[in-house]
């Protein structure tokens, strides 16, 4: 099955036009699509199925609850599929039973253990002012997105834990967020801000057969090793911002096959 992944193309103030791989059979947007939610009106009337995980900035200057809602009926009208903690199952041309699961996966700052998670919050705050997003009435600062981020895990753990049983023949799983320090970006390096991109899912990682995500603005294609089974893939491919130089090289029609 051949997956066309787009993020991070920061629609809001960047020039894009999506155009679709003929070959793929399905198409996810990882998130940071636009923060205005207009330009997904783009990718209505794709030739294949649009699942959508969202990014931070979608929910951007919003009450992120009535965000959720807003954009899971906007992509219902276009006749996307956004999972948030929700599980997808599809199949392939080829027969292939996939198991998809989706979720923005916020950021729980212990990227680099709960010693240092303290210093990560502080430097999340940044982050945080920019977005400028609440939750009934309150602001949505570090530690609600550290709330909202376990339970994301929490979630995924507890999905990834579950037997095929024959009822699907690989698992999909689709973040915003970075899985692993793996998926930091090298111009940053290990630094309190980077768990803000990143979490430390290593160990759910090799659960999946696929996983894909975005949020870092540099693209990432790597391999973890599962013991007498075919490595994991994980795979970030975003545009970024063409001010900082990020999208020399980008391949808007690269797919990735599980």
Not at 3 to 26: I, K, N, W, Y
Not at 141 to 164: I, M, P, T
Not at 193 to 218: E, K, M, P, Q, Y
Request: with cysteine; aromatic share 8%; charged share 25%.
């Amino acid at each position: 099955m051949k997956l066309q992944l787009l993020s991070d193309l920061h629609l809001e103030t960047e020039r894009f036009d999506p155009e679709p791989v003929p070959e793929a059979e399905l198409l996810v947007l990882a998130g940071d699509i636009d923060s205005t939610w207009e330009a997904y009106e783009r990718f209505a009337g794709w030739p294949v199925p649009v699942v959508v995980v969202a990014g931070n900035h979608e929910y951007d200057g919003r009450d992120v609850d009535a965000a959720q809602a807003g954009l899971r009926a906007m992509c219902a009208r276009l006749g996307f599929t956004l999972l948030e903690r929700e599980v997808l199952h599809l199949t392939a041309a080829s027969g292939l039973r996939v198991r998809v699961l989706g979720t923005t996966r916020w950021s729980d700052f212990d990227l680099f253990g709960p010693v240092r998670r303290p210093r990560a919050l502080r430097a999340a705050e940044y982050f945080m002012r920019v977005m400028d997003s609440q939750r009934q009435g309150r602001p949505f600062d570090a530690l609600a997105v550290r709330e909202e981020a376990l339970a994301c895990r929490d979630w995924l753990e507890q999905a990834l834990s579950q037997a095929a049983q024959g009822r699907w023949d690989k698992t999909l799983v689709i973040t915003h967020f970075g899985p692993s320090v793996r998926s930091a970006d090298p111009r940053y390096g290990a630094q309190p801000g980077t768990a803000s991109f990143c979490n430390a899912d290593d160990d759910l990682i090799t659960r999946a057969d696929l996983w894909l995500h975005g949020h870092v603005h540099c693209r990432h294609d790597y391999l973890c090793p599962r013991p007498a089974r075919p490595p994991t893939r994980v795979v970030c491919n975003p545009l970024g911002l063409a001010v900082k130089g990020e999208q020399d090289g980008y391949d808007p029609l690269r797919t990735v096959e599980l």
